[in-house]
T-cell receptor
Framework: KQEVTQIPAALSVPEGENLVLNCSFTDSAIYNLQWFRQDPGKGLTSLLLIQSSQREQTSGRLNASLDKSSGRSTLYIAASQPGDSATYLCAVRHGGTASKLTFGTGTRLQVTL | ETGVTQTPRHLVMGMTNKKSLKCEQHLGHNAMYWYKQSAKKPLELMFVYSLEERVENNSVPSRFSPECPNSSHLFLHLHTLQPEDSALYLC??????????????FGPGTRLTVL
């Protein structure tokens, strides 16, 4: 059974800092990996999707890497801003027509002024 | 209206009540999902529908009953729930054609409290 772990569970950084969020998974036979953002009491917004054949994806100040063989992914956020404060969730997808995702418990990020 | 919508946004019900959660997607997707998000636990996949056919039932108790009348609408019928069923219930949809870039789009969720 796939298990996804995210470290740290919570993180507080001052504005402007670069930071790294970590995600690990136990079964490397994944189809892809996604990073989501969730604001309090809200749904999830997809940030980046890395296919199993890819090593990284970039979108603006966000960069996600994937090392499938070691079961790890990182989300790098450059020059953090207070608006980045949210919970970041990592999810791995297994094969199939309908994409079945297994989620981690998330990292709650607070960016302070 | 675009994206994935869910109603109601908040629901308080007693253990003997019957209620339904509704999800609607305006994205032309073929797959729809129900997730449960409890405090300090990962999102748990409950049900998956692909082209209106249930393809996944993740050992969910029978007091939760899904219904997918067409590819745009998904319901979750609730009856005789327990207090531990209190959670945020999230609906999602995806193109559902098995592509490696198939991304799920989430609704805002329904915050359910069972008294």
């Amino acid at each position: 059974k796939q298990e996804v772990t995210q470290i740290p569970a919570a993180l507080s950084v001052p504005e402007g800092e670069n930071l790294v969020l970590n995600c690990s998974f136990t079964d490397s036979a994944i189809y892809n990996l996604q990073w989501f953002r969730q604001d309090p009491g809200k749904g999830l917004t997809s940030l980046l999707l890395i296919q199993s054949s890819q090593r990284e994806q970039t979108s603006g100040r966000l960069n996600a890497s994937l090392d499938k063989s070691s079961g790890r992914s990182t989300l790098y956020i450059a020059a953090s801003q207070p608006g980045d404060s949210a919970t970041y969730l990592c999810a791995v997808r297994h094969g199939g027509t309908a994409s079945k995702l297994t989620f981690g418990t998330g990292t709650r990020l607070q960016v302070t002024l | 209206e675009t994206g994935v919508t869910q109603t109601p946004r908040h629901l308080v019900m007693g253990m003997t009540n019957k209620k339904s959660l509704k999800c609607e997607q305006h994205l032309g997707h073929n797959a729809m999902y129900w997730y449960k998000q409890s405090a300090k636990k990962p999102l748990e996949l409950m049900f998956v529908y692909s082209l209106e056919e249930r393809v996944e039932n993740n050992s969910v108790p029978s007091r939760f009953s899904p219904e997918c009348p067409n590819s745009s609408h998904l319901f979750l019928h609730l009856h005789t729930l327990q207090p531990e069923d209190s959670a945020l219930y999230l609906c999602a949809s995806s193109l559902g054609r098995g592509g490696s870039t198939d991304t799920q789009y989430f609704g805002p969720g329904t915050r359910l409290t069972v008294l």
